[in-house]
């Protein structure tokens, strides 16, 4: 094994995962904010990057592409969130109601086509798998991290304004919320269109990454988003108390994510293999928890009987 | 003078037409004057809980009108009525939001009935008043106002929860057997704290209780609840002179039968 052929992988992965935690702080306001499960990601990552390269493609500036892609994303929420509320079906049944109709909505998007090509050599794009190694402005490294600073930055702001509050309050619990005068309904929609839209502006910047969108590039991401949230908890849970910390850990955990995904490749995991071994994965860290107060809750007990004895 | 609640003739029926069917409230007519204290009690079942869920629209009612201060608010969600309402709960937890830390839970409560904006969502200025707010429970929670509420023991939950109901003058206080879920010594801390901040703010209160001594202290009206409806209403001088054997004899004339009285107490 070439230890270098692994080192030489390492900028895409930490690209890949800068990426993925963007969309990440998107399953994480839902998940753990709002303590909703929302499957919609898997569609409006797609939905992101379909927008966002067939707007590019059509000759929009870049940075308009994005902000569509934002807003269409918050549709994509807004949709989840009136199936949800309004029609009173459960969280996650309105998730993959909406996902299974984005595919065909994604598919229209693309012109009937399961992917478009989006070639930095054509149009101008915000960062590109290409300059990856690059020591220039243009390493979408360097590019990410600017991102992933100035969203922690505004969600930390926002999440401590009134209005952010009420949304954290929302999550933590309902019946309080209510007593207190805050629309728990309206909240919950808020949080579903704020989440997908950035999950959506991550699916913007992914497709300009690896150069094209695909009506599939979405398969598994609730999946890794929580991957990349359960790891960034574990790994940080003692360490980071402040708010934008946490938001930060989540896409450390990405990060983290997708490294130990490039070392289990380097080590001569089949590609093929690499979705089930991801939701292995975030089973054992689900998991994780729930043996752990199990494992405790035991030991407490034999401490009993010893004392007893 | 006007009433502040007025509940005119309400029922309430849960699961109509299938075997869990329930007739929670049957007719319940009640209207408070500003400055009343009720004391509610009634056995399991006999609607108490459903009655102030009703006023503060947990859920909607099948018959009748509920108005607050004047303002009908049959329709209102349960979001829009909370502008006239203080709310505290049996439950500990369920008053206040466990995972944001003491100030934060008071300030979404000073907010109560107003728009919430992208203004920052405390200032300063109101970290100062909620300390001094805190002090005066005298239990040190003015030193804790960066802790979960989460870490808090229930009497210190509730304590603060009544706090965050009444900090914004209500209309109207609900008390749901607000101390039944904590220790003798702590409940009487709470339902003294209860009674001085009443008092002091000259509030319109309900207060369901299950315990019988406690429903005759305090207050000046005492209403007992029986199968959905009101069956008997105490106030004034003669609410100030009862006794426990007077209520069971009122008890038994309203409701034909005999009050288990042991089985209100321990409940």
Same mark, same amino acid.
């Given at each position: 094994?070439?230890?270098?052929?692994?080192?030489?992988?390492?900028?895409?992965?930490? =690209?890949?995962?800068?990426?993925?935690?963007?969309?990440?702080?998107?399953?994480?306001?839902?998940?753990?904010?709002?303590?909703?499960?929302?499957?919609?990601?898997?569609?409006?990552?797609?939905?992101?990057?379909?927008?966002?390269?067939?707007?590019?493609?059509?000759?929009?500036?870049?940075?308009?592409?994005?902000?569509?892609?934002?807003? !269409?994303?918050?549709?994509?929420?807004?949709?989840?969130?009136?199936?949800?509320?309004?029609?009173?079906?459960?969280?996650?049944?309105?998730?993959?109601?909406?996902?299974?109709?984005?595919?065909?909505?994604?598919?229209?998007?693309?012109?009937?086509?399961?992917?478009?090509?989006?070639?930095?050599?054509?149009?101008?794009?915000?960062? =590109?798998?290409?300059?990856?190694?690059?020591?220039?402005?243009?390493?979408?490294?360097?590019?990410?991290?600017?991102?992933?600073?100035?969203?922690?930055?505004?969600?930390?702001?926002?999440?401590?304004?009134?209005?952010?509050?009420?949304?954290?309050?929302?999550?933590?619990?309902?019946?309080?919320?209510?007593?207190?005068?805050?629309?728990?309904?309206?909240?919950? !929609?808020?949080?579903?269109?704020?989440?997908?839209?950035?999950?959506?502006?991550?699916?913007?910047?992914?497709?300009?990454?690896?150069?094209?969108?695909?009506?599939?590039?979405?398969?598994?991401?609730?999946?890794?988003?929580?991957?990349?949230?359960?790891?960034?908890?574990?790994?940080?849970?003692?360490?980071?108390?402040?708010?934008?910390?946490?938001?930060?850990?989540?896409?450390?955990?990405?990060?983290?994510?997708?490294?130990?995904?490039?070392?289990?490749?380097?080590?001569?995991?089949?590609?093929?293999?690499?979705?089930?071994?991801? #939701?292995?994965? !975030?089973?054992?860290?689900?998991?994780?928890?729930?043996?752990? #107060?199990?494992?405790?809750?035991?030991?407490?007990?034999?401490?009993?009987?010893?004392?007893?004895? | 003078?006007?009433?502040?609640?007025?509940?005119?003739?309400?029922?309430?029926?849960?699961?109509?037409?299938?075997?869990?069917?329930?007739?929670?409230?049957?007719?319940?007519?009640?209207?408070?004057?500003?400055?009343?204290?009720?004391?509610?009690?009634?056995?399991?079942?006999?609607?108490?809980?459903?009655?102030?869920?009703? !006023?503060?629209?947990?859920?909607?009612?099948?018959?009748?009108?509920?108005?607050?201060?004047?303002?009908?608010?049959?329709?209102?969600?349960?979001?829009?009525?909370?502008?006239?309402?203080?709310?505290?709960?049996?439950?500990?937890?369920?008053?206040?939001?466990?995972?944001?830390?003491?100030?934060?839970?008071?300030?979404?409560?000073?907010?109560?009935?107003?728009?919430?904006?992208?203004?920052?969502?405390?200032?300063?200025?109101?970290?100062?008043?909620?300390?001094?707010?805190? =002090?005066?429970?005298?239990?040190?929670?003015?030193?804790?106002?960066?802790?979960?509420?989460?870490?808090?023991?229930?009497?210190?939950?509730?304590?603060?929860?009544?706090?965050?109901?009444?900090?914004?003058?209500?209309?109207?206080?609900?008390?749901?057997?607000?101390?039944?879920?904590?220790?003798?010594?702590?409940?009487?801390?709470?339902?003294?704290?209860?009674?001085?901040?009443?008092?002091?703010?000259?509030?319109?209160?309900?207060?369901?209780?299950?315990?019988?001594?406690?429903?005759?202290?305090?207050?000046?009206?005492?209403?007992?609840?029986?199968?959905?409806?009101?069956?008997?209403?105490?106030?004034?001088?003669?609410?100030? =002179?009862?006794?426990?054997?007077?209520?069971?004899?009122?008890?038994?004339?309203?409701?034909?039968?005999?009050?288990?009285?042991?089985?209100?107490?321990?409940?």
């Amino acid at each position: 094994m070439d230890i270098m052929k692994l080192l030489n992988a390492l900028p895409s992965a930490v =690209s890949q995962g800068l990426i993925w935690g963007l969309m990440a702080i998107g399953v994480y306001i839902t998940f753990r904010i709002l303590d909703v499960s929302d499957l919609t990601v898997d569609g409006s990552i797609a939905t992101g990057g379909a927008v966002a390269a067939i707007l590019i493609i059509n000759g929009w500036n870049v940075y308009a592409a994005l902000l569509a892609a934002f807003v !269409v994303g918050m549709l994509c929420g807004l949709v989840t969130g009136m199936f949800h509320t309004f029609f009173g079906i459960p969280a996650i049944l309105s998730g993959i109601l909406t996902q299974l109709a984005l595919y065909s909505v994604n598919l229209r998007i693309l012109g009937n086509k399961a992917n478009v090509a989006l070639s930095v050599n054509k149009f101008r794009l915000l960062l =590109s798998s290409r300059n990856v190694r690059a020591l220039t402005l243009e390493n979408p490294i360097l590019i990410l991290v600017v991102f992933g600073v100035f969203l922690v930055g505004v969600l930390y702001w926002f999440f401590g304004t009134e209005l952010g509050c009420s949304m954290r309050a929302t999550g933590a619990n309902r019946n309080m919320s209510r007593a207190q005068g805050i629309n728990t309904d309206k909240n919950i !929609v808020l949080s579903l269109m704020l989440a997908n839209g950035i999950v959506a502006l991550a699916g913007a910047l992914l497709a300009q990454y690896q150069g094209f969108a695909d009506v599939g590039m979405g398969r598994g991401a609730i999946v890794i988003g929580l991957a990349a949230v359960i790891i960034g908890e574990v790994m940080f849970a003692k360490v980071f108390r402040n708010f934008a910390l946490k938001l930060l850990a989540v896409i450390i955990g990405a990060m983290i994510y997708y490294i130990v995904i490039q070392v289990v490749l380097w080590l001569g995991l089949n590609t093929n293999d690499l979705k089930l071994l991801t #939701a292995l994965v !975030v089973a054992v860290f689900l998991a994780a928890p729930h043996w752990k #107060a199990k494992y405790l809750a035991g030991r407490e007990q034999g401490k009993g009987r010893d004392g007893r004895a | 003078m006007t009433a502040v609640l007025k509940i005119n003739h309400i029922a309430k029926t849960f699961n109509p037409g299938t075997i869990t069917e329930k007739k929670a409230l049957t007719d319940v007519h009640l209207h408070l004057e500003p400055g009343d204290f009720v004391t509610v009690i009634g056995g399991n079942g006999a609607g108490k809980s459903t009655m102030l869920n009703a !006023v503060a629209g947990v859920f909607p009612v099948d018959h009748g009108t509920i108005s607050i201060d004047g303002v009908d608010v049959t329709h209102l969600p349960e979001h829009k009525r909370a502008a006239y309402l203080g709310r505290v709960f049996q439950d500990p937890m369920t008053g206040t939001a466990a995972t944001m830390n003491i100030e934060e839970n008071m300030a979404l409560a000073m907010r109560r009935g107003e728009k919430r904006g992208l203004r920052w969502g405390i200032s300063a200025m109101e970290r100062e008043m909620y300390r001094e707010q805190l =002090s005066k429970l005298g239990l040190g929670l003015e030193n804790r106002m960066s802790s979960k509420v989460g870490l808090l023991s229930g009497g210190q939950r509730q304590a603060l929860t009544l706090l965050m109901a009444t900090m914004r003058t209500p209309k109207l206080l609900l008390l749901d057997e607000h101390t039944a879920a904590l220790d003798p010594k702590t409940a009487a801390k709470v339902l003294e704290l209860s009674e001085m901040i009443i008092a002091k703010q000259k509030l319109t209160a309900m207060m369901i209780t299950h315990n019988m001594r406690d429903a005759i202290a305090m207050g000046n009206r005492l209403i007992m609840m029986h199968e959905g409806r009101i069956v008997v209403d105490v106030r004034g001088e003669h609410k100030a =002179s009862l006794t426990r054997e007077d209520l069971m004899g009122l008890f038994e004339k309203a409701a034909g039968k005999e009050l288990d009285g042991d089985k209100l107490l321990l409940s």
